[in-house]
């Protein structure tokens, strides 16, 4: 059974940083591209980072470059987000995402992240 499980996410104030986590399980993860997206209350949902199946090329929504960053432990099948300098416009349910090069695509249920003070 393919499963994605974020955590990691809560409530933090303006400027701190937070860590999430996505845990893969059902697939092969090295084989997979992973992708943050993130949904705002009322806001469509939109791409935060990206990061190739190796690990070696990452993108990011120009929203949050220099702040965060994605990174990936094929070993432990494992996706994070280190969230840093964060803002109250961050706060959303974020979402762990994986593709393939076959179009074979998984979704998360998302973790929450509060920025406020």
């Known amino acids: 059974q393919v499963q994605l499980v974020e955590s990691g996410g809560g409530l933090v104030q303006p400027g701190g940083s937070l860590r999430l986590s996505c845990t893969a399980s059902?697939?092969?993860?090295?084989?997979?591209?992973m992708t943050w997206y993130r949904q705002a209350p009322g806001k469509e949902r939109e791409l935060v980072a990206t990061v190739t199946n190796t690990g070696e090329t990452t993108n990011y929504a120009d929203s949050v470059k220099g702040r965060f960053t994605i990174s990936r432990d094929n070993t432990k099948n494992t996706l994070y987000l280190q969230m840093s300098s964060l803002k109250p416009e961050d706060t959303a349910m974020y979402y762990c995402?994986?593709?393939?090069?076959?179009?074979?695509?998984?979704w998360g249920k998302g973790t929450l992240v509060t920025v406020s003070s």
């Open positions: 059902g697939f092969t993860f090295s084989m997979f591209a």
């Open positions: 995402h994986a593709t393939n090069n076959r179009n074979r695509i998984y």
